[in-house]
């Protein structure tokens, strides 16, 4: 017989963030997209957006939150078994930028690897980083989600140039006394997959046109029919996490989405019926889209400005490109 390791129950322990420093109003955006802030504020509630500077990359990025949340959680790099880095915006196929920050933090034996679940990816990490924990075959598991999207968004593509932002977040996974992180509701609507896109690195290769003639794979949307699924079929996957937790809407503080667009967040939680006194984070308004980042920066803000939210249960969901999904009940770090 094979010898199973036996695990322990799994929580966040605590949550790590680094904010990009440029922030960007949406004034400084609309001349080359033919916007206005009204426009901008009504439709998705982005005031302001923040981007990294030119020389900080993705690994500088998830380094500084993964730093943050081992401080935060006691824990030294030793004890971090795992490294997962969620990120689309990581240029290099390989080696991994998990494995740039695990060398940044000085976790030098830890297994490290990327995660491309575009918006989903932080909630994709964390229903794995628990499954680790509980199954054994991890202690510490570090969730980051890092983006520097300003690298992959065209500043005139009307679709996409007021969304996306920079930033890092990251959460520490580890051993608790009750368990801490519901299961995971997930999958993708993969048949779907061509309403968000990048275009291939290959376009470089495959061409004898001159480099400079072949559009960079900057993020492309159909920002209608990502809406219309989103409003449509995540609130779904939430009230699934919640039903996974066996637990009532009631019983939730907190409601910490992917921070994609505020109408999307507040179609979401009047359709899964989230009470009126339920915290909704809303990041979104100052930071913008950090895709996989997002949700720990929201949920960061949201502790920030309400410490007795601290030990008290949230929802999470990401959703994006794919079309993936997750979301998880948690107990907040
Ligand atoms: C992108 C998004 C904000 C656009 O809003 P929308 O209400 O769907 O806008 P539409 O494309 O239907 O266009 C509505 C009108 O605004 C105009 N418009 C489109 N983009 C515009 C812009 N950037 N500024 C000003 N006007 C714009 C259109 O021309 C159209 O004008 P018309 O009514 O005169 O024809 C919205 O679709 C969205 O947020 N989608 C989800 C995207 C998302 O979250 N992606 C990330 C997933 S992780």
């Not at 690994?59 to 795992?82: F, K, N, P, Y």
Request: charged letters at 20%; hydrophobic letters at 45%.
């Amino acid at each position: 017989m094979i010898k199973v390791p036996t695990g322990s129950n799994a929580s966040i322990l605590s949550v790590g963030i680094y904010r990009a420093t440029n922030v960007v109003p949406n004034s400084a955006i609309v001349e080359k997209i033919d916007s206005t802030d009204e426009w901008i504020q009504q439709r998705t509630g982005i005031e302001t957006r923040r981007f990294a500077d030119k020389n900080i990359s993705v690994i500088d990025m998830g380094t500084a939150a993964a730093l943050q949340a081992m401080q935060r959680a006691g824990i030294s790099a030793e004890q971090v078994d795992v490294v997962i880095l969620a990120t689309i915006t990581y240029p290099h196929q390989t080696p991994s930028g998990a494995s740039g920050i695990a060398t940044n933090i000085g976790a030098h034996k830890a297994a490290a690897f990327d995660l491309s679940a575009a918006c989903a990816g932080f909630t994709y990490g964390v229903g794995l980083a628990n499954d680790l924990v509980r199954g054994g075959t991890a202690k510490h598991v570090l969730v980051i989600g890092s983006e520097k999207i300003s690298d992959f968004t065209n500043p005139t593509d009307r679709a996409t140039a007021f969304i996306f932002a920079d930033g890092a977040g990251a959460v520490v996974v580890g051993p608790s006394a009750e368990q801490g992180i519901g299961p995971t509701a997930w999958g993708s609507d993969s048949d779907q997959r061509d309403a968000i896109t990048m275009s291939s690195w290959l376009n470089f290769k495959d061409t004898d046109a001159p480099a400079n003639t072949i559009e960079w794979p900057d993020i492309v949307q159909e920002g209608q029919r990502v809406f219309r699924w989103a409003v449509f079929s995540v609130s779904k996957v939430g009230s699934k996490a919640i039903e996974l937790a066996g637990i009532t809407p009631d019983k939730l503080k907190a409601f910490v989405p992917h921070q994609a667009n505020l109408r999307i967040i507040e179609s979401m939680a009047k359709d899964m019926k989230l009470s009126p006194d339920v915290l909704i984070a809303d990041d979104i308004r100052t930071n913008g889209n950090t895709s996989a980042a997002s949700i720990p920066l929201a949920m960061d803000a949201l502790l920030q400005a309400h410490p007795e939210m601290h030990g008290q249960l949230a929802l999470i969901i990401g959703y994006g490109a794919g079309l993936a999904f997750a979301a998880q009940v948690i107990k907040l770090p």
